[in-house]
C-alpha cells in the first residue's frame, strides 16, 4: 500500500530545478504531497483528486496521472527554504487512510 | 489559525509500561488519525477514526494499541505494553471530510528504556 518514491535524495543549488516522483501498486484516489523540515511536523503543500489534474503553489506545483498511478511534484527555481523531506500520500477510493512514500530529502545550498 | 495539539511534547517510559498519548484536533474537524516515524525514516499510518470508531488501521496497530475519544475534544492513543521498538515521534492528525488535507500536531517523541 506504500507509494514508492524516487529519488531518495536530491542536492540542488539556488535557483536549480527538481522533480520528485510517486508511484503505487494500488489504483488511487487522490495524492497529497507534504514537506517536512527536520524535528518538525509534515506541513500540507497540495492534493490532486482527478487524473490528470495539475495544481500550482508559488513555484511547486504537481501533476497526477491517474492511468499510471502516478504523481510528480515540481519544485522551479527552488530556494533554501524548500530544504526538507517531502513526502507523498496516498489514498484508495473509498479508504480513510492516507500512506505516505518513502520520502525524499531535497537540500538546496546556496 | 487552529493547530492540533499534543502532549507530552515527550515521554520517557520503561519497557512493559503503559502510556498514554493526547491529541486535541482542530475543533470543527471530523476524520483523527495518528502516525508514527521512527527517527529518519518514513511516516507510518497506524490509525484512522472517524464518527467515534476507527475506520481503517494498519498492521502496525495490534493488540497492544488503543484509540479513543473520551469527550467532545481530546482523541488518546494508548500502547498497553511499551516494546523498545514503540520508540518513535508520533503524530496526532486531523482533516475536516475525507480527501482532505491533513493537519499535524508537532508530535510526542516516545523514548521506550
Known amino acids: 500500500q506504500q507509494p514508492v518514491q524516487s529519488p531518495q535524495a536530491v542536492i540542488l543549488r539556488e535557483g536549480e530545478d527538481a522533480v520528485i516522483n510517486c508511484s503505487s501498486s494500488?489504483?488511487?484516489?487522490?495524492v497529497h504531497w507534504y514537506r517536512q523540515k527536520h524535528g518538525e511536523a509534515p506541513i500540507f503543500l497540495m492534493i490532486l483528486l482527478k487524473g490528470g489534474e495539475q495544481k500550482g503553489h508559488d513555484k511547486i506545483s504537481a501533476s497526477f496521472n491517474e492511468k499510471k498511478q502516478q504523481s510528480s511534484l515540481y519544485l522551479t527555481a527552488s530556494q533554501l527554504s524548500y530544504s526538507g523531506t517531502y513526502f507523498c500520500?496516498?489514498?484508495?477510493?473509498?479508504?480513510?487512510?492516507?500512506?505516505f512514500g518513502t520520502g525524499t530529502r531535497l537540500t538546496v545550498i546556496p | 489559525e487552529p493547530e492540533v495539539t499534543q502532549t507530552p511534547s515527550h515521554q520517557v517510559t520503561q519497557m512493559g509500561q503503559e502510556v498514554i498519548l493526547r491529541c486535541v484536533p482542530i475543533?470543527?474537524?471530523?476524520?483523527f488519525y495518528w502516525y508514527r516515524q521512527i527517527l529518519g525514516q518514513k511516516v507510518e499510518f497506524l490509525v484512522s477514526f472517524y464518527n467515534n470508531e476507527i475506520s481503517e488501521k494498519s498492521e502496525i496497530f495490534d493488540d497492544q494499541f488503543s484509540v479513543e475519544r473520551p469527550d467532545g475534544s481530546n482523541f488518546t492513543l494508548k500502547i498497553r505494553s511499551t516494546k523498545l521498538e514503540d520508540s518513535a515521534m508520533y503524530f496526532c492528525a486531523s482533516s475536516g471530510q475525507g480527501n482532505s488535507p491533513l493537519h499535524f500536531g508537532n508530535g510526542t517523541r516516545l523514548t521506550v528504556t
Open positions: 500520500g496516498t489514498e484508495g477510493s473509498g479508504a480513510n487512510n492516507l500512506f
Open positions: 475543533s470543527n474537524h471530523l476524520y
Open positions: 494500488k489504483a488511487l484516489y487522490s
